[in-house]
């Protein structure tokens, strides 16, 4: 079993920057793949960024050169941060991870917005 529990969500303005972190409580968080998601406002959940148990990144080609993941196996916490962030990037950020793939288990969410 795995809790999840985000953080660092807040109003941003266009082109700002923001830091999510996910701490990860229970056993063997290094063996997980590990994940971001978004959910905007009447959309779909969709796939902003993973990272492997081996430290592989993997983007959305909407966040590729702007959003960094990171992950820290001795602090069981992961890390997305956000660069250059434009108002369609606004949604709530979910934390996630797996042992194949992720999505096994979820965070509550953290809400972005970036607005002037």
């Known amino acids: 079993q795995v809790q999840l529990v985000e953080s660092g969500g807040g109003l941003v303005q266009p082109g700002g920057s923001l830091r999510l972190s996910c701490a990860a409580s229970?056993?063997?968080?290094?063996?997980?793949?590990m994940g971001w998601y978004r959910q905007a406002p009447g959309k779909q959940r969709e796939l902003v960024a993973t990272?492997?148990?081996?430290?592989?990144?993997n983007y959305s080609d909407s966040v590729k050169g702007r959003f960094t993941i990171s992950r820290d196996n001795v602090k069981n916490a992961l890390y997305l941060q956000m660069n250059s962030l434009k108002p369609e990037d606004t949604a709530v950020y979910y934390c996630?991870?797996?042992?194949?793939?992720?999505?096994?288990?979820w965070g509550q969410g953290t809400q972005v917005t970036v607005s002037s």
């Open positions: 229970g056993s063997a968080f290094s063996s997980y793949n």
């Open positions: 990272i492997t148990r081996g430290g592989s990144p």
């Open positions: 996630t991870c797996g042992l194949i793939g992720v999505g096994n288990y």
